[in-house]
């Protein structure tokens, strides 16, 4: 769902790294976060588990151009791929403009890749996201590993349709910087022809069910922790007036300016076939730094959201106490 500031002219959409336990989403937005020429960013908030971890910041990391005269800023997300945090992976996907599905190279990862597309694509549904309509880019990871599928293989089975495959080895970098050039183009692109990605049809959302534990396991079921990253941030935008939330993208009269890529040190891999679709870069011209009132109140507003996500967990685990409790005094 698209966020309209008005009073500072700033359009924010929301991209969400979507697969499998350690297929490398927080490796990705780690290697984004760190590159020298990306200075407007926010905080990174991490939500971590003994396995996994959920990560989240936004960034301007240049002028991408302006859709009817309105900035673009845009909010990065991971989900924790456990089966076991199938309902935080549910609440981070509401609201997203478009998704990176990162998928694991490596042939013994086949079921795990395509049980988590099925489960990406059950949970756009349930949030209302026609997942036939949302910006969708499919990320091969971990290329550089041995064992892996070809990428005609991959594509053979994640059937990735037109959406953009984009080969990957996010631990040196390599496919990072091209992955998220293509995902926000392609979200640009429904800003643009005002693609509407909902799906009427579907029951209008409730508050997410944080009791579900299909597919617990020892390894899996560690308690959240909130911790903030430490690497300075400079500040975004002044705040005016509360963004408005729109369901539709009402743009439909300019074009996205697309000229410079700041990314122009991270490696990366030339294309192995032709089915790997040329981009043009949306990034244009360079990082504005603004005033520091912005960051503080994203940062307080991003505390608070992880702050409650971690509660509600707390909140069930208290609610099971009081479950085994009662059950041992009506014995």
Do not use: W
């Not at 990253?229 to 697309?258: G, I, K, L, N």
């Amino acid at each position: 769902m698209v966020l309209i500031n008005k009073a500072i002219n700033e359009v924010t959409v929301k991209l969400v790294y979507y697969g499998p336990g350690l297929c490398g989403k927080t490796t990705n937005l780690e290697k984004i976060y760190a590159n020298p020429r990306l200075d407007n960013k926010g905080k990174m908030i991490s939500m971590s588990t003994e396995t996994d971890r959920t990560l989240f910041f936004d960034f301007m990391p240049m002028e991408l151009g302006t859709i009817a005269g309105q900035k673009v800023r845009v909010q990065l997300y991971t989900v924790p791929g456990q089966v076991f945090y199938d309902a935080t992976r549910k609440l981070v996907l509401r609201g997203s403009d478009g998704v990176v599905f990162v998928a694991d190279s490596q042939d013994s990862m086949k079921e795990s890749n395509l049980d988590s597309l099925r489960n990406l694509r059950t949970n756009l549904r349930v949030n209302r996201i026609d997942p036939d309509k949302v910006a969708l880019v499919f990320q091969y990871n971990k290329r550089d590993l041995p064992n892996v599928f070809s990428v005609e293989d991959m594509s053979a089975y994640l059937l990735p349709g037109d959406a953009p495959v984009v080969e990957a080895s996010a631990i040196t970098g390599a496919g990072v910087t091209a992955t998220l050039r293509a995902a926000v183009a392609r979200i640009l692109e429904n800003l643009k022809n005002n693609v509407d990605t909902t799906l009427y049809e579907e029951p209008p959302l409730t508050a997410p069910d944080m009791s579900q534990k299909a597919g617990v396991a020892s390894h899996s079921a560690g308690t959240p922790k909130l911790s903030m990253r430490s690497e300075p941030a400079s500040p975004p935008p002044s705040p005016a007036a509360a963004p408005v939330h729109v369901d539709a993208a009402p743009f439909d009269t300019e074009e996205v300016a697309v000229e410079v890529d700041p990314f122009d040190d991270a490696p990366e891999p030339e294309p192995a076939a032709p089915q790997f679709a040329a981009f043009d870069d949306p990034f244009s011209a360079p990082i504005k730094h603004e005033d520091p009132e912005r960051a503080e109140l994203e940062e307080l507003v991003a505390n608070a959201r992880a702050v409650v996500a971690t509660l509600e967990v707390a909140l069930e685990r208290a609610r099971e106490n009081e479950r085994v409790l009662s059950a041992k005094l009506g014995g």
